[in-house]
């Protein structure tokens, strides 16, 4: 089971090992300068694209879920759907965003709001780690997290990013990363207000994890 973090607002990117986890989480404050690169997600001067974080490329709804086995012949490709497809499981999402709001509310900080925007890049990276069988925040589809908001309309002032993979439930997953100094910074930072979740299972790691915060 694995995680990742990568932490640029203070310039410290960090990479725990949780037992046998390895969790990950990315975090960019807009108007920051630097590229950070490599698995450890060390800080490079100079300005330009922050590195090994997320993906940009464009969402493909139409090839989500499997709604058409339902026997209706309508909602097709909603996303709606659990399991290999492509779209966004709102239950899983909104067991996340309980979980998280309630680490947030121990530690005196506002409650996120799910976004359907943030939602759909949260899946299509999770989706896009199983299907190009990589775990990492840059994705060779899309580049970095951040660009890859930002080709999915998504604008932000901070945005981060936390991707895990291995864990069999919502339980196991928020463990792995409330245990991660990196992935903590994420969930309980004040920098953010919105959240977006994505779940995929299938791969060489399922399920595969992805949380998307930003502030607008």
Do not use: C
């Not at 975090?27 to 060390?42: C, D």
């Not at 999770?126 to 190009?132: G, V």
């Not at 864990?167 to 903590?184: C, K």
């Amino acid at each position: 089971m694995r995680a990742k973090t990568l932490n640029n607002i203070n310039l410290n990117p960090l990479n725990d090992w949780l037992r046998q986890m390895y969790p990950g989480s990315a975090n960019y404050y807009n108007g920051t300068t630097g590229n950070t690169t490599g698995n450890a997600g060390n800080y490079n001067g100079g300005t330009g694209n922050t590195g090994n974080t997320g993906n940009t490329g464009s969402y493909n709804p139409g090839n989500t879920g499997n709604a058409g086995n339902t026997g209706t012949g309508t909602g097709v490709g909603t996303g709606t759907g659990a399991g290999a497809g492509t779209g966004v499981n709102s239950n899983i999402a909104n067991q996340i965003l309980a979980k998280v709001n309630a680490e947030r509310a121990k530690a005196g900080v506002q409650a996120l709001t799910l976004s359907t925007s943030l939602n759909k890049v949260a899946q299509a990276k999770s989706a896009d780690m199983r299907d190009k069988g990589y775990f990492d925040h840059q994705s060779p589809t899309y580049g970095s997290p951040f660009d890859m908001m930002k080709s999915f309309g998504v604008n932000y002032s901070y945005a981060g990013e936390n991707i895990a993979a291995g864990q069999q439930s919502v339980d196991a997953v928020m463990t792995a990363w409330m245990n991660s100094p990196g992935h903590r910074q994420n969930i309980l930072s004040a920098n953010y207000t919105q959240l977006g979740v994505g779940y995929a299972q299938g791969g060489n790691m399922s399920p595969y994890w992805t949380q998307e915060f930003i502030r607008p």
